[in-house]
């Protein structure tokens, strides 16, 4: 087996991943963590390979590591462990490794495919596997290379888009959010449409304000769901002691301003108050306002509507969303409908996770099947 690479630095994304530890899985990923256009796709491929196995692998190789935050894994060290199981692994099946290299043309020939290498003499091979990755941080090399060959074999390619990746916001009554670069706060965010696109999510996570919008775990796992043109609901009292937040008794002597100042970031309290301003009266007490106000408000700030004028782009986003359209593919081995000796694994299919170590899960976990249908094919 043969493995091409166009880039000077092998496994340069896995470097930069989770600030150069490297998120390689998370112990609680499943199917739920996935998204595509058709759901249901990645089920059999992250059943037959778990996090538990990498896991397994990671410490046959005397990895040290340790969970962060919610199932996430990262190496104690830094990323070039895993790199260095990966290369390992590879000498380990006689996996030979040739980079930089650059692809000048792949043919599909009678019995085999034929692979041009500028300036090198041409491959041939009876399988095919395309893991080229997404278009996610070009800086590093990323490119559509994936999608225009999966294209040219009459396969379909879902809109891709940046996943991951964080939401600026420009309209004028909406300018307070990009005010407050810094501030960080637990929230719930909704977003999508049910029935629609990839569907609906909600995610209570943190939400950090940027001058030049919103990022954060929470805003970065919405932008998977949301489309060009849809607000999102955040709802900012989701993290807060639930105990009391509007008791009359307690909080009644306090404004609307006070009380938002009593949960919130001075900055954040000023912006929503800045906000909350055009539509009620927050400088009077909470039990002077009428029931039906308060009610008004409490929802405002439960569902509080703000529409992205877009995301950051390729170069700040973690993954690409969308990619080789599923249907085309046999999801038990990956291959091609069209053709059985073409594989197409990873990120450059339309199957994308959420944030905190399920896009490296799915990478394992088709490699995997492909893998097993080869050597299937090759059993004596």
Known sequence: MVVLDHAKKIAEKIRISGGGRCNFTNQDSG????????????????????PQDFIGLVRSHRIPFHEKHSGQLFCDRSSQDIIGLLL????????SIRHPVEIAAVVREAEHWRISLTGLDSLTCRQLVVATGGMAVPAIGASAWG????????????????GLVPMSFTSTDQAWV??????????SISVGEAGHGYGQACFLEDALMTHKGL???AVLQASNYWEQGQAIS????AALPQDNLFDEREMGRFSVVQLLEHWFPKRLAAGLALSLGEDYPIDRKWAELGRAVREQLIDRLRSFSLKPAGHLGWNKAEVMRGGVCTKGLDPRTLQSRRDSSLYL???????????????FQWAWASAHCCAMAISA????
Do not use: C
Request: glycine share 12%; charged share 15%; aromatic share 8%.
């Open 31 to 50: 199917p739920a963590n996935f998204l595509s256009l058709n759901p249901g796709f990645a089920d059999w491929a992250l059943r037959q390979y778990r």
């Open 88 to 95: 390992a692994e590879s000498l380990k099946g006689a996996v």
């Open 147 to 162: 999608l225009d060959f999966a294209r040219s074999r009459g396969l379909g390619i879902t809109p891709v888009r940046a």
């Open 178 to 187: 990009t005010q407050m670069p810094g501030v960080s706060q637990r929230v």
């Open 215 to 217: 990022s954060g775990p």
């Open 234 to 237: 955040v709802d900012w009292l």
């Open 345 to 359: 694994i990873g990120e450059v299919v339309d199957v994308t996770g959420h944030l905190g170590g399920h896009n």
């Open 377 to 380: 094919q090759h059993a004596p």
